[in-house]
């Protein structure tokens, strides 16, 4: 609850800074912050055995033959499913939500659009190897929809958060084997802190839109797009 004060606060400050209400200094504002986040705890996450390998082994896993084309049209959409996870540190609930028409495949990296937590709008990075999934799955699918991963049935709507976790559950099983046991906020938590241990929490955190009072406190407001998008590339050897 104290958390959420905070924020608010936060919020109306800039609100009334940036509409020229009062004066306030940012400068100001924000060491406030920094100071008064120094004071809350940090949690140490570590990371579930057998994310770092997945992340590298998955891409070599071979397509199955064509002669069967339903598991074949399954494994191209499940694997751009699970590259979209593993790329974009997005949340599974976001990935599902992805439209066709959100996708921008002019952009460097292919960008697109989503609706993250609390209905903000946020842009995801795909890198080259995780566009090319999703490209293949656009194009190679026997039914057209408005979202990237429809419904199993019905000829409306995405597919669920439960299909979703069943995916990612088999994929592990498939390229690490049993014994391994890691939820798809797996990739998130990977994907932030592969960014975080060369560009510092503020940084890695704007990529993926995190929106703790803690972290998001401390944004780089000046960051650009291209600057993030730089930070992308790198972190994803592009």
């Known amino acids: 609850t104290q958390h959420s004060y905070a924020k608010g606060v936060r919020r109306l400050l800039h609100y009334i800074n940036r509409n020229r209400i009062g004066s306030i200094r940012t400068d100001v504002l924000l060491e406030m912050e ?24 998955y891409h070599d896993f071979p397509l199955p033959p064509r002669k069967d084309e339903t598991i074949y049209q399954q494994f191209v959409k499940e694997r751009a499913f699970i590259g979209i996870l593993e790329s974009t540190g997005t949340r599974i609930t976001a990935a599902l939500k992805i439209k066709t028409v959100a996708i921008d495949w002019q952009a460097d990296p292919v960008k697109i659009n989503i ?3 609390g209905d903000r709008e946020h842009i995801l990075r795909l ?23 429809p ?18 559950r088999r994929w592990i099983n498939l390229i690490l084997g049993p014994g391994y046991d890691f939820t798809p906020h797996a990739f998130r938590h990977l994907f932030i802190t592969l960014a975080r241990d060369k560009y510092g929490l503020e940084k890695a955190q704007a990529l ?3 929106i703790s009072i803690k972290t998001t406190a401390l944004y780089p407001e000046s960051l650009t797009e291209i600057e993030l998008d730089n930070i992308y590339k790198d972190i994803r050897n592009q």
């Not at 995780?130 to 293949?136: D, E, N, S, T, V």
């Open 115 to 117: 609706i993250g937590k």
């Open 34 to 57: 920094r100071e008064s986040l120094k004071k809350i705890p940090d949690r140490k996450y570590r990371l579930p055995k057998g994310v770092r390998e997945f992340a590298i082994k």
């Open 127 to 149: 890198d080259g190897r995780a566009a090319g999934y999703l490209q293949q799955w656009l194009t190679e699918r026997d039914k057209a929809s408005d979202y990237v991963f």
């Open 151 to 168: 419904a199993m049935r019905g000829n409306n709507g995405f597919m669920s958060d439960e299909t979703g976790r069943v995916i990612s």
């Open 208 to 210: 993926v839109e995190h």
